[in-house]
Nanobody, 120 residues
Framework: VQLQASGGGLVQAGGSLRLSCTAS????????MGWYRQAPGKQRELVAD???????NYADSVKGRFTISRDNAKNTVYLQMNSLQPEDTAGYYC???????????????WGQGTLVTVSS
């Protein structure tokens, strides 16, 4: 299973970006999908996650500005980021709990990071 993230870039403060992450490979089902971020010198932190039934959870720092969504048919999770601030600058990583076959346990997979830079 591979997770391919895209959509990062450079944006001015107050701007918006939309990240996408698509899972591919041998997939029976995907439970939770999420976005994490890691700024230089800081630990990786949860930004938002979403279950297969679309229950969502957000870090306090992004509530009201970011929206996570998913398209189960496309095995894709999105992160719409509005009102971006310089403190949102980080590498953003997608993650997912994937079951590769009905009889197998879930495994946790990470995508490669996509860089988001917000200028002041």
């Amino acid at each position: 299973v591979q997770l391919q993230a895209s959509g990062g870039g450079l944006v001015q403060a107050g701007g918006s970006l939309r990240l996408s992450c698509t899972a591919s490979g041998t997939i029976f089902s995907i439970n939770e999908m999420g976005w994490y971020r890691q700024a230089p010198g800081k630990q990786r932190e949860l930004v938002a996650d979403i279950t297969s039934s679309r229950r969502t959870n957000y870090a306090d720092s992004v509530k009201g500005r970011f929206t996570i969504s998913r398209d189960n048919a496309k095995n894709t999770v999105y992160l719409q980021m509005n009102s971006l601030q310089p403190e949102d600058t980080a590498g953003y990583y997608c993650a997912a709990y994937v079951r590769e076959a009905e009889w197998e346990d879930e495994h946790h997979y990470w995508g490669q990071g996509t860089l988001v830079t917000v200028s002041s």
